[in-house]
T-cell receptor
Framework: GEDVEQSLFLSVREGDSSVINCTYT??????LYWYKQEPGAGLQLLTY?????DMKQDQRLTVLLNKKDKHLSLRIADTQTGDSAIYFC???????????FGTGTKLQVIP | DAGITQSPRHKVTETGTPVTLRCHQT?????MYWYRQDPGHGLRLIHY???????DKGEVSDGYSVSRSKTEDFLLTLESATSSQTSVYFC??????????FGPGTRLTVL
């Protein structure tokens, strides 16, 4: 079945860039997503990318997609303490199709 | 934030009792989902709905049932709660790119 994998933990210093990586197995993925979850809250959609795109930028966030290697990354520029959270990668075939979530990467920002 | 509310936000119940969790949306979205989130398992889909009275099972549906009598409400029922159903439950609505917008969650403890 589909699988989405992420590293469990990332620590960065405030002001540095963070890069969170994700790999997925489903070659028919149509959409790939990044979500953020703060303690005690639901997941918040940050951005998503259509599979025919290589890159998407939205303010401090840059998503890179390497479809050949099935690798997705989220870069956060000028990381702030408010960016500390768990970040989930997810993929879907689009339409209604199941969304498969990774287990999340906990980002710790050190002041 | 998308207009999604969940009730109750916290519940403690005893093994063997029925429990109903409610999800309410004001976005008029067709697709609604129930997930559970557990450490080490990420998010797992319990049931989903693609319209009024139209529902289907997800990957962990045993012991759960759902109903959707109105577009705005999606109910999740634990028919006879067990300790293994202690979890955080999230409702979500789906957008055109199958992006998910999540509610704040319900923390359920089954003693």
């Amino acid at each position: 079945g589909e699988d989405v994998e992420q590293s469990l933990f990332l620590s960065v210093r405030e002001g540095d860039s963070s890069v969170i990586n994700c790999t997925y197995t489903d070659s028919s993925s149509t959409y790939l997503y990044w979500y953020k979850q703060e303690p005690g809250a639901g997941l918040q959609l940050l951005t998503y990318i259509f599979s025919n795109m290589d890159m998407k930028q939205d303010q401090r966030l840059t998503v890179l997609l390497n479809k050949k290697d099935k690798h997705l990354s989220l870069r956060i520029a000028d990381t702030q303490t408010g960016d500390s959270a768990i970040y989930f990668c997810a993929e879907s075939g689009g339409g209604y199709q199941k969304v498969t979530f990774g287990t999340g990467t906990k980002l710790q920002v050190i002041p | 934030d998308a207009g999604i509310t969940q009730s109750p936000r916290h519940k403690v119940t005893e093994t063997g009792t029925p429990v109903t969790l409610r999800c309410h949306q004001t976005e008029n979205h067709r697709y609604m989902y129930w997930y559970r989130q557990d450490p080490g398992h990420g998010l797992r889909l319990i049931h989903y709905s693609y319209g009024v009275k139209d529902t289907d099972k997800g990957e962990v549906s045993d012991g759960y049932s759902v109903s959707r009598s109105k577009t705005e409400d999606f109910l999740l029922t634990l028919e006879s709660a067990t300790s293994s159903q202690t979890s955080v439950y999230f409702c979500a609505i789906g957008g055109a790119a199958n992006e998910q917008f999540f509610g704040p969650g319900t923390r359920l403890t089954v003693l």
